[in-house]
């Protein structure tokens, strides 16, 4: 299946959003919740799975297809916006968290990118979006920072984010990288990639740099992530104030305005 041409421009810095524009009767495929505003023409509609293989395949492939989805806690649905009217429409998506909108030509992939799992945010209809199973389950449930990868197929454009700043990797043949699997965003078909243990007892306990580390071996090209977000809300999390309590910190205004609300002052 031929996938729609879609036009696009990419706003803003490090929260970044995507302007659509569909031609009528395009349609571009999103995750649920990526959508920011659309204008009056687009249709949204949810669909079971991506739609790539509406009408081939019968019911149950369109079911295994979407299953293999939420093994890995993705929804069995996702959103489709077409522009139902006469002139060019346009609809933004936003990415979820601080960090950047990665435009992806699959046509310059030979028709396939491998991403992490919850980086994809949109695509033009007629992209596959699926589960890579070049590895077993364990490797993805067991390699640390929930690194189950998710792989998009077709001719035509999809949009990943990550979190932080980007570094855009281009491997010569045989050469190999060991990246945090938090960090690795995105890579072409042809990288080879393994999870691997830290290893000893010292790295493990005291190392703070995780258990597993993915080894990615050219050629191809791979995205790296500054800071996965998972990493970012444990932050957020541990600095947080306990429910339990006030919020004693010193220098925090909030802790401040939180006791004069509470009656301290």
């Known amino acids: 299946m031929y996938s729609h041409e879609i036009e696009y421009k990419i706003y803003g810095d490090d929260m970044q959003f ?145 979190c932080g700043a980007i570094m855009k990797k281009d491997l010569i043949d045989g050469e190999i990288l060991k990246i945090d699997t938090g960090c690795l965003v995105a890579m072409t078909k042809d990288v080879h990639y393994d999870i691997q243990f830290v290893g000893g007892i010292k790295n493990t306990v005291f190392g703070g740099e995780g258990v597993f580390f993915a080894t990615v071996r050219g050629p191809g090209t791979v995205w790296v992530q500054s800071l996965p977000f998972g990493r970012l809300a444990e932050r957020v999390f541990a600095s947080a104030p306990s429910t339990g309590g006030k919020n004693k910190e010193e220098g925090s205004i909030l802790g401040v305005l939180g006791n004069f609300l509470d009656g301290d002052n």
């Open 18 to 162: 995507v302007e659509i524009e569909l031609d009528p009767s395009e349609t571009v495929i999103a995750e649920a919740g990526a959508m920011m505003m659309m204008e009056p023409n687009v249709q949204m509609e949810t669909i079971f799975g991506d739609g790539s293989k509406q009408g081939t395949g019968g019911f149950m492939g369109k079911l295994f297809s979407a299953g293999k989805r939420v093994l890995v806690g993705e929804s069995l649905f996702m959103t489709a916006f077409t522009n139902i009217g006469q002139l060019k429409e346009k609809v933004f998506f936003a990415a979820p968290y601080p960090g950047k909108i990665i435009p992806m030509d699959l046509s310059l992939m030979n028709g396939k990118l491998i991403c992490q799992k919850n980086a994809f945010l949109c695509a033009a209809k007629g992209v596959s979006v699926g589960i890579d199973f070049r590895k077993k389950l364990s490797v993805g449930f067991f390699g640390g920072e929930g690194f189950v990868l998710e792989k998009l197929e077709g001719d035509g454009m999809a949009f990943i984010h990550a």
